[in-house]
């Protein structure tokens, strides 16, 4: 994949910008990306023929999933980043600022749960699952369109206060998930292993 200069400046600006730089600089780290690459390589191989798509993100953070998978083959006609975090709202918008001017971009502050979907989007992704309860998701997952294709992802990274909702295997990750599962992997990243389920809302 290759990052078009100028969202690269649009990152910079969003770390130059932030109050908390040290916090903001963490979404940069290698494990942030090579997971969303992952991620994102997934969607490009399983989504050939796929053009215009509306994508929603939760746990959407700083952004940089949205932008990333703007610069990668994955056709796009808007995405929306929802995060319960009020401070991620503006980062996020200035990390995919080139998007947001154009109207492919937007974000959310929200509680995933309580998120309401105006259209019915091609794509949900949840990246964020080891961060919710399992009664939580249930809710979650509930809310989600019934046609979207489903994408979420969580760890065995249990040393996080924050994690709570970790699963050991991937094999626990999809059980929990609740999906009509198409697509199951995982990736060995330096601290943890990263789980990945594709599917359909049974």
Request: proline share 2%; net charge negative.
């Amino acid at each position: 994949m290759k990052i078009d200069i100028q969202d690269i400046k649009f990152w910079m600006d969003a770390i130059r910008n932030s109050e908390d730089k040290d916090r903001t600089l963490e979404t940069f780290w290698g494990g942030q990306i090579q997971s969303k690459l992952w991620l994102i390589e997934t969607i490009a191989e399983k989504n050939k023929m796929i053009r215009n798509a509306e994508i929603v993100i939760h746990g959407g953070w700083n952004g940089l999933l949205a932008s990333m998978l703007f610069n990668s083959e994955v056709g796009i006609k808007k995405v929306i980043s929802v995060d319960v975090d009020p401070v991620c709202k503006e980062i996020a918008t200035t990390v995919n600022k080139r998007y947001e001017m154009e109207g492919k971009f937007e974000a959310v502050t929200c509680d995933m749960v309580d998120y309401k979907y105006e259209t019915e989007p091609y794509i949900v992704i949840n990246t964020s699952c080891e961060h919710i309860t399992q009664k939580k998701y249930k809710k979650w997952l509930a809310n989600v369109p019934d046609s979207a294709q489903v994408i979420v992802q969580s760890n065995d990274y249990y040393e996080l206060e924050e994690h709570v909702n970790c699963c050991k295997t991937l094999e626990q990750f999809a059980r929990q998930s609740m999906l009509d599962i198409e697509v199951k992997d995982e990736i060995e990243l330096p601290k943890y292993k990263r789980f990945m389920v594709i599917g359909k809302k049974k």
